[in-house]
Every structure is written in structure tokens, then in C-alpha cells.
């Protein structure tokens, strides 16, 4: 294969998801080691809740017999990705994610739709969204997002947290969540991968990277990457 043919991945997630958190952070980690391989990443926000609808699919915390599951399993991928999900405050917050994927939405494209992404600042907000709601455990409100916004390191909350009002951000995130759901996503996170013969493959879950680097003819070492596990 010419290690130099163009290769892509694109991440769709929700903050509200914690295996989005998990792939997040282990395409991050993946980022410098597959660049040599022409491999292009892209995280990308959508509405978890849009694509649960547009599925016909219900939320793993509506069953009590998945909830239960769960509950047992973050604990333990916690570990396993090395990614600090303690918990939820409030399943609820499952169904009004609207209001942050748009302020993260806005993060990404912080100088408008129309000019080059900003992802420094969009990973930095989803990971304080990520960081109040699983790490911290709180039941985040529309009222807590100025202080999100801050701790990302945002120097004006109020004028991101306009922009996520507007009808660009919104038609955008609409637009990437439409897209999932035309290529039957049924929740989060959901990738899109092409390879370098251009063939397109779509992949469900943190769980799929090994067979995400499988397709793309890359190394993978674990959700870790180059770093050890801490035993």
C-alpha cells in the first residue's frame, strides 16, 4: 500500500455519550502515529439524541437490564481506555444534549461556518463538557455552560454561546447528524473511514477502532497507543 495515499476518519459524537469520550480520546492518541499513513482525522459533533430518532432506537439507559450492565462495565472501560468516566448525574441529560453539541459545534467553528475549523477550541470544550459531566458528575444545565466555556479556556463565553443560536451552527449540526442517520447510525460514537483505495466503511462504538485500523491497513496497539497501561 502507498503509505502516502490519502486516508480519512471522521468521529461523530455527543458529549452526553461516554464511549464517544472513549474513541475521542483514543483517535487523539492515534492522530501522530497514523499521519504517516496519509491518515487524515476529523472529530466531528452531532446530536445523539437526533440520531436515536432518526433510528428508531432508545438510549441503553431507558432498559433497566443495559442500564444495570452499564453501570458494571464504565467502571472498568474507564480503566481499560484510560479515560476518567465516573458516572452520570442524571440519565436525563441523555435527552437535551441539543443546547451543548451546538455550543460545540460553534467551538469547532469558532470563526464561522464558512472559514477553517478551529478544532484546538472545539476539543477543548467537548472535553470540559465531557470533564463536568462524567468525571465530575454533575447535572449540567444551560446555566452551567459559561463555566465550561471558561474552564476550556474559551475568552468570551457569551459571544460562542450567541453563536450557537445561529442558524449556521445549527444547520451544521443538523446536517452531520442527518448524514449519520442516512448511513444508518444508531447511536454513538459513529465513525466514517475511507481508505486508500477510496472504499468507505462505516464503523459503530469505541470497541471498533482495532477493526477501524484493520481497514485502514495501520498499526494499533490498544486504546492506549504508544503509552503503557497503568496496572
Known amino acids: ?11 461523530y459524537f455527543d458529549v452526553v455519550s461516554p464511549f464517544s469520550w472513549f474513541g475521542f480520546e483514543t483517535l487523539s492518541r492515534y492522530r ?20 436515536m430518532s432518526g433510528s428508531k432506537n432508545n438510549p441503553p439507559g431507558s432498559n433497566a437490564s443495559k442500564r ?18 465516573n458516572g452520570l448525574a442524571d440519565p436525563q441529560i441523555l435527552f437535551r444534549s ?14 464561522g461556518t464558512d472559514q477553517p475549523r478551529t478544532p484546538e477550541i472545539g476539543d477543548a470544550v467537548a472535553r470540559a463538557f465531557w470533564n463536568a459531566i462524567w468525571k465530575r458528575v454533575e447535572n449540567v444545565t444551560d446555566a452551567d455552560v459559561p463555566k ?23 444547520e451544521l449540526l443538523k446536517a452531520n447528524t442527518d448524514h449519520c442517520v442516512k448511513n444508518n447510525a444508531f ?34 496497539s490498544g486504546p492506549l497507543g504508544t503509552r503503557q497501561a497503568k496496572l
Open 68 to 85: 444495570g450492565y452499564l453501570t458494571q462495565e464504565v467502571p472498568l472501560l474507564r480503566q481499560y481506555f484510560d479515560v476518567p468516566a
Open 148 to 170: 465550561i466555556l471558561e474552564e476550556a479556556g474559551v475568552q468570551s463565553p457569551t459571544t460562542l454561546i450567541e453563536m450557537a443560536k445561529t442558524k449556521p451552527i445549527k
Open 32 to 51: 501522530n502515529v497514523w499521519a504517516p499513513y496519509g491518515v487524515d482525522i476529523k472529530l466531528e459533533p452531532f446530536f445523539l439524541g437526533g440520531v
Open 1 to 11: 500500500m502507498n503509505r502516502l495515499a490519502k486516508q480519512s476518519v471522521v468521529l
Open 187 to 220: 447511536g454513538a460514537p459513529f465513525i466514517e473511514a475511507t481508505n486508500a483505495v477510496g472504499k468507505t466503511q462505516y464503523f459503530f462504538g469505541s470497541d471498533r477502532l482495532e477493526v477501524l485500523a484493520f481497514f485502514l491497513g495501520v498499526p494499533y
Open 98 to 111: 441539543l443546547g451543548f453539541m451546538r455550543v460545540v459545534t460553534a467551538a469547532y467553528y469558532s470563526n
